[in-house]
Structure formats: structure tokens, C-alpha cells
């Protein structure tokens, strides 16, 4: 069983920079893939970025690509999410995951292929 909290959000300028990070309470390296999601007020939860245990695998959403970067320190037992130039349409809760599962690497950009959620944390920009 893997506990994930997150933290690192919250009030932010248009252009500001700000990191999450994911602390998990059982080891991350156990998890096939982990990734970040996110979701604004009236919409659906949506993918930000995610990453494959044993590296070489990331992937982002179009809407971030060259703004943010995920990261994963496995000695910390801890995700990053490092978010630049922020705009006013990233603002969002954010969600960490973790699947344990495994199955085809398509899946981690999915809602439905993670396990384990942590209980998001806010991010605003204005």
C-alpha cells in the first residue's frame, strides 16, 4: 500500500515558477509508473505528466511541454513536479498517483491506470 501527500502549492504570478512535490509513504521504485495530475473547477481530472520506474520513460501534456518537468528522487521516496512560466489556465488542483500495477506505458497518462491518489494540493494563478 502506497500513501502519497502532496505539497508545494498555492498563490503564484503569471510567469512565477513554483514545485510539488509527492512524498509516498511506501517505496516509489515499486511503482510501475508515477505521474501528476490535474484538475480546474467544472472539469476533468487531466494528466499533466508521468513517469516510468527504471527511467527513460516521461511523458507530458501538450499544455506543459517546455514549462514543466517531472522528477523522482527514489532515495527520498519523493515525485517533483517543477512548473515554470506559469499561466492563469494551470491553475488547478494538483494530484500525484502511483501504479502498481503495471500494464502498457499509454496507460500512466490515464486517470484510470493509477492506483493510489494523494489528496491534491492547490494551485493559483493569477
Known amino acids: 500500500h502506497v500513501q502519497l501527500v502532496e505539497s508545494g502549492g498555492g498563490p503564484v504570478q503569471t510567469g512565477g515558477s513554483l514545485t510539488l512535490s509527492c512524498a509516498a509513504s511506501g517505496q516509489i521504485t515499486k511503482s510501475y509508473c508515477m505521474g501528476w495530475f490535474r484538475q480546474a473547477p467544472g472539469k476533468e481530472r487531466e494528466v499533466v505528466a508521468a513517469t516510468r520506474s527504471g527511467g527513460g520513460h516521461t511523458y507530458y501534456a501538450d499544455s506543459v511541454k517546455g514549462r514543466f518537468t517531472i522528477s523522482q528522487d527514489n532515495a527520498k521516496n519523493t515525485l517533483y513536479l517543477q512548473m515554470n512560466n506559469l499561466k492563469p489556465e494551470d491553475t488547478a488542483i494538483y494530484y500525484c498517483?502511483?501504479?502498481?500495477?503495471?500494464?502498457?506505458?499509454?496507460?500512466?497518462?490515464?486517470?484510470?491506470?493509477?492506483?493510489?491518489w494523494g489528496q491534491g494540493t492547490q494551485v493559483t494563478v493569477s
Open positions: 498517483a502511483a501504479n502498481s500495477r503495471g500494464g502498457p506505458w499509454p496507460r500512466c497518462f490515464t486517470v484510470n491506470g493509477y492506483t493510489y
